[in-house]
């Protein structure tokens, strides 16, 4: 079981990114979903979650405002998740990872996540 973290690469500041995450091995459609980052000699951090359903979603006040976090739940699709990553910031810089929660709710916590992908590398240049 894996999930694939794609779409980081290098961007100016003010620039977008979008992450997608896909899964591999088997469907995420009823799990909550979140995005964290590591910044380079920091700690893995929250980012955003998604509900089951897509119908709810959660951010960090970081980047509230600015990245966005959706997915595709419909059915015959590899149930992708997104996080559209827009005035991208130098603190944004880090190694962006998805995951996938065996809670109800939708949780901010590492501890809360079963499931990660191995990351993709955001760099922002001022």
């Known amino acids: 079981v894996q999930l694939q973290a794609s779409g980081g690469g290098l961007v100016q500041a003010g620039g977008s990114l979008r992450l997608s995450c896909t899964p591999s091995?088997?469907?995420?459609?009823?799990?909550?979903m979140g995005w964290f980052r590591q910044p380079p000699g920091k700690e893995r951090e929250f980012v955003a979650a998604i509900s089951r359903s897509g119908g709810s979603t959660y951010y960090a006040d970081s980047v509230k405002g600015r990245f966005t976090i959706s997915r595709d739940n419909a059915k015959n699709t590899v149930n992708t998740v997104y996080l559209q990553m827009n005035s991208l910031k130098p603190e944004d810089t880090a190694v962006h990872y998805c995951a996938a929660s065996g809670y109800t709710a939708m949780v901010d916590t590492l501890s809360g996540y079963d499931y990660w992908g191995q990351g993709t590398l955001v760099t922002v240049s001022s």
């Open positions: 091995g088997r469907t995420f459609s009823r799990n909550v």
